[in-house]
């Protein structure tokens, strides 16, 4: 059996160049999206971060308001909650360990609003990234989008990063303003699918139009229509 799904992956590759089977990052990543919505509440709590700290026992554990992560050396990082009724409040929770990357989640939730670090397994390097990062499926790089049409809290922005050797770096980026982008996902190694959310009357009701964000001549770049090349 696992030598005709070795044949089968040879023969699909050869047919199809950019095809790649879903890493298991990925579907994790798929998975966290899932869980945290998009006010990452459901995922910011101690029921959620108590599942997650089970499945990953040898990485994550919690003592009161400090989370300790176990990196590839052994030693540990603590993260402190800092519980002040100000803009200084933080709460950090395990959201989940990315196996293959090496890299942490965590959900950082301030006074007003949210966000996320990836902390590197091997150095404990923190990288901020203003949303649940979505996995390609050749682990190579992720996306992450951000949604706040209403407080003012958090910004409204797309952005891809790519893994590179021990640290993440940012590729590209959009900023928006009264838009707010959401549900990204990927459509191959080089093209990233995502919405463009409007109020146009500052309603609950949103005006929604579908984008691609795609590599041209070696570029991150919206495509439109008349630029759009075909996705393989």
């Given amino acids: 059996m696992r030598v005709l799904l070795i044949v089968l992956y040879i023969g699909i590759s050869v047919l199809f160049p950019n095809f790649s089977l879903a890493s298991e990052d990925y579907e994790e990543s798929i998975a966290i999206q899932r869980a945290c919505g998009l006010s990452g509440v459901p995922c910011g709590n101690k029921i959620f971060e108590k599942k997650q700290i089970n499945r990953f026992s040898d990485r994550a554990t919690r003592i009161d308001g400090r989370l300790k ?82 407080a003012g809290y958090r910004p409204n922005r797309i952005a891809i990063f790519r893994f590179d050797s021990d640290r993440v770096k940012q590729e590209w980026v959009k900023d928006y303003v009264a838009v707010g982008p959401s549900d990204a996902a990927w459509i191959n190694e080089t093209a990233i699918t995502y919405i463009e959310n409007r109020s146009p009357n500052g309603g609950q009701t949103l005006n929604k139009k579908h984008m691609i964000v795609q590599v041209a001549n070696g570029e991150w770049k919206i495509m439109t229509k008349e630029n759009m090349s075909e996705p393989h």
């Fill in 69 to 150: 992560l176990k990196l590839n050396s052994g030693s540990l990082l603590n993260l402190d909650n800092i519980n002040v009724n100000n803009e200084r409040h933080k709460d950090y929770w395990f959201i989940t360990y990315y196996q293959q990357t090496g890299y942490f989640l965590v959900q950082v939730r301030g006074w007003e609003g949210f966000s996320y670090l990836m902390i590197n397994a091997f150095t404990g390097e923190m990288v901020p990234v203003i949303g649940v990062p979505i996995i390609s499926r050749d682990t190579k790089r992720f996306v992450v989008t951000s949604m706040d049409l209403e």
